[in-house]
């Protein structure tokens, strides 16, 4: 989860970077990054299901 | 040390044990209370002057045995809410209908605005002009369904149907089901899974090519279920957590409760916009995969 977050925040970054150089391409820099956070924020949230379910049984 | 210097000791080790046991009785009951609203059940509380008010909902009605495995049908709770979210969103459809015109007011213009999101960006730039035309209703009842399943889960009395991995892998199977027809119907039935070894790889990395490229076919949609899946009992396990958190600890935690649980309902509506977005967009990419035309 740690993992997760630290890539999220670099991925958050590296959006800005491109953002700066860029700003026309502002919009479409947007809709990668939410995308690919919410592809590692599944990959997170996986691991957190697995604890709860090992924690509740 | 003598008689007199023992007998605190004591009462003061019985304390700590009732305190313990009350603590594990209270995380016990907590326990029971988010299981109750996270799974499904067999009976919905709705609003009325009493204190508990509940239906209790038939569980033997379609139970039949399915080659020695018990399957059981019968409507629960995350149906009816299922069948909720499906009326709500017949019934949008059919009052936006009044007001078709060349230029929509009202409820129809807020449903065309999102319509002509899924098709301008993420239906045609993924898949081009054709298919993304031909897939947009798909795309579109998906992500209204999966939207008002997730708004549903928020309101007092409701409870989130895409809160249960069987809804949401019925929904990925769905969306596999589409990427498949819609690859098969490009490339042709046997062209489809001559694609999954490319042209021009060597004879021996053929085997290897056929695992992964059919592991890749499973992992997508089941990394769809189990991301909406998760997203959503999450958010829901937390703010039931942090209101449990004032039973279990003294009642005195309670603002700070309240202000993180008001800020996890916000935090949770715009996860569940999100997710529907994810969800639709990453159907639409994993279909474009498929129908890329060849520049």
Request: glycine share 10%; charged share 15%.
């Amino acid at each position: 989860m740690i993992g997760g977050a630290y890539g999220i925040g670099r991925m958050a970054e590296a959006a800005m970077n491109g953002t700066s150089r860029q700003p026309t391409a502002a919009g479409d820099i947007r809709t990668t990054m939410i995308i690919a956070a919410a592809l590692i924020e599944g990959v997170t949230l996986f691991a957190e299901v697995i604890c709860i379910l090992m924690a509740l049984k | 040390m003598g008689p007199c210097a023992r007998l605190p000791k004591r009462k003061e080790r019985q304390k700590v044990v009732e305190n313990a046991a009350e603590a594990a009785n209270k995380g016990e009951q907590v326990k029971n209370m988010i299981l109750h609203h996270i799974t499904n059940g067999w009976d919905i509380s709705f609003p009325s002057s009493e204190l508990v008010s509940r239906v209790y909902l038939n569980k033997e009605l379609w139970k039949f045995h399915l080659g020695g495995l018990e399957v059981n049908m019968s409507i629960s709770r995350h149906v009816v809410m299922m069948m909720i979210a499906a009326g709500l969103l017949i019934l949008l459809g059919l009052l936006a209908r009044r007001r078709l015109a060349l230029v929509p007011q009202g409820l129809a213009n807020v449903l065309e605005a999102f319509v002509l999101f899924i098709r301008d960006d993420i239906a045609v730039p993924n898949m081009g002009k054709k298919t993304g035309l031909g897939f947009t209703p798909y795309l579109c009842s998906t992500f209204f369904f999966i939207l008002a399943c997730n708004l549903l889960g928020l309101i007092p009395y409701g409870s989130a149907a895409t809160g249960n991995v069987s809804v949401t892998a019925g929904l990925a199977f769905m969306s596999f089901l589409a990427i498949q027809f819609a690859g098969m119907r490009k490339m042709g039935f046997f062209g489809y899974f001559k694609h999954l070894v490319p042209a021009g790889v060597p004879w021996w990395m053929a085997p290897i090519m056929i695992a992964v490229e059919l592991m890749g076919i499973c992992a997508k949609p089941f990394a769809l279920c189990v991301r909406l899946f998760a997203n959503m009992v999450a958010g829901h396990v937390v703010i039931l957590s942090l209101i449990g958190l004032v039973f279990v600890m003294s009642i005195w935690v309670f603002p700070l409760s309240l202000a993180f649980g008001v800020f996890m309902y916000f935090l949770e509506l715009f996860v569940g916009f999100l997710q529907a977005y994810i969800f639709t967009m990453l159907t639409a990419v994993f279909i474009g995969l498929l129908v890329a035309e060849s520049h």
